[in-house]
C-alpha cells in the first residue's frame, strides 16, 4: 500500500489537477441543468464528467507508468499509461454519441429553456477554471518540451511543442481545449436561443461539442494504440545520434532504435569502432557513452553494442 501511495504522488500533475477541476466544474453545470433544462448545458455537464473520469485515470496511469521492473515484468511499466489512456476514451466516446444524441433530438422538438444568467454565469465560471488550468497544461507542455518559453509565449508555443509532451499532459492540453471552446460555444448558443426564435441553436451546440469530444477521442486512440505497441521516437533518435558522433572513438552507427514506451525512452545502438581497441577501451567508450545518453531527459535504458568499422558510412543523419 505504501508502495502505491508513493506511486500515486509521481503521478502527472496535471492530469490530477484537471480531474479535480472538472468534477467540480461538471456538478455545478448538472446542478444548472436540472434547474433550467438547458441542452447545452447537459452536453457539458456530460462533458466535464467526461473529462474529469478520464483525467482521473490518466493521473492514476502516469502513476503506475512508474513503477520498477519485477521479475514478472522485467521491461517495466511505462506503457500502462497508454493502456490506461485507451480505456479512458472509451468513457469519453460514450458521453460524447449522448451528447450528440441529445442536440438530435433538440433539434427534432425545440423547446425553450429557462434561467439565463443562471446558465451564462456557470459558463462562464467554467471557462475561467478551464482556461486556467489549460494555462498550466500549456507551461508544463513547455518544460517537458525544453522549448524555452516563458509568460504569454507559452501559448502558441505549445500549440506547435503539444507532439513532444508526454501522453497524459497532450491528452489533458485536447480535452481542456475542447472543454474551454465547448463552454463559449454553449455561451454562445444560449444567447442565440434567448434573444431569437432560433431555439435549435442549443441542440447544434450541443451536437458540435459531441463532435468536438470524438475528435479528441480519435487523436488519443491512434497515439496511444501507438505507444502501446512501442513507436519509435525519430527526434530523440536524432538527438542521441548527434552526441554519439560527437565522441571521438565512434566511426558510425550500424543501427540504432528509439522506442517511446508511455514517458520513458528505451535506446538500442550498434556502433562501429576501431578494431584494434582493446577489449578494456570499447567497455571505456562503453560507459561513457550511455552516461551521457541517460543524462538525456525521459531514457531509462541504454544498450550499446560494437562492431569493427568496416569504413562504409550507414547513418544518414551524421552531422
Known amino acids: 500500500m505504501k508502495e502505491y ?51 482521473f485515470f490518466v493521473y492514476v ?26 480505456g479512458a476514451v ?3 466516446g460514450i458521453l460524447a454519441y449522448e451528447t450528440i444524441r441529445e442536440g438530435i433530438a433538440h433539434l427534432a422538438h425545440p423547446s425553450e429553456s429557462e434561467g439565463l444568467w443562471l ?19 500549456m507551461r508544463e507542455i513547455a518544460h517537458e518540451s525544453d522549448s524555452g518559453a516563458t509568460g504569454l ?15 497524459a499532459t497532450k491528452l489533458v492540453f485536447m480535452e481542456d481545449l475542447v472543454a474551454t471552446s465547448g463552454a463559449l460555444i ?12 432560433f431555439h435549435q441553436a442549443e441542440g447544434i451546440a450541443s451536437i458540435v461539442i459531441g463532435a468536438m469530444m470524438f475528435l479528441v477521442v480519435g487523436r488519443v486512440f491512434l497515439d496511444n494504440a501507438a505507444g502501446v505497441i512501442g513507436e519509435a521516437d525519430e ?8 552526441i554519439l558522433f560527437a565522441d571521438g572513438d565512434v566511426r558510425d552507427i550500424q543501427e540504432m532504435t528509439v522506442v517511446k514506451e508511455g514517458d520513458s525512452f528505451h535506446v538500442e545502438a550498434i556502433l ?9 577501451a570499447a567497455d571505456d567508450i562503453k560507459d561513457r557513452l550511455e552516461e551521457q545518453i541517460m543524462k538525456q531527459k525521459g531514457v531509462t535504458d541504454v544498450i550499446i553494442e560494437f562492431d569493427e568499422d568496416d569504413n562504409t558510412q550507414m547513418w544518414k543523419n551524421k552531422k
Do not use: W
Open 61 to 86: 496511469g502516469s502513476a503506475l507508468s512508474k513503477k520498477a521492473p519485477t521479475e514478472r515484468f522485467p521491461g517495466g511499466f511505462g506503457r500502462a499509461v497508454n493502456l490506461v489512456l485507451l
Open 272 to 280: 562501429e569502432i576501431d578494431p584494434s581497441l582493446t577489449v578494456a
Open 119 to 137: 446558465s451564462i454565469s456557470v459558463l462562464a465560471l467554467s471557462c475561467i477554471l478551464e482556461g486556467y488550468v489549460l494555462l498550466k497544461v
Open 90 to 92: 472509451l468513457i469519453v
Open 153 to 167: 509565449a507559452v501559448i502558441p508555443k505549445s500549440f506547435s511543442d503539444v507532439g513532444r509532451a508526454k501522453p
Open 186 to 197: 454553449a455561451i454562445i448558443a444560449i444567447l442565440i436561443a434567448s434573444y431569437t426564435p
Open 235 to 242: 527526434e530523440m533518435a536524432d538527438k542521441i545520434g548527434d
Open 5 to 55: 501511495l508513493g506511486l500515486l504522488r509521481q503521478g502527472s500533475k496535471s492530469a490530477g489537477l484537471a480531474a479535480i477541476v472538472n468534477f467540480i466544474i461538471a456538478l455545478v453545470k448538472g446542478g444548472a441543468f436540472l434547474l433550467t433544462g438547458n441542452v447545452a448545458m447537459f452536453a457539458e455537464t456530460l462533458h466535464s464528467f467526461g473529462d474529469s473520469a478520464n483525467q
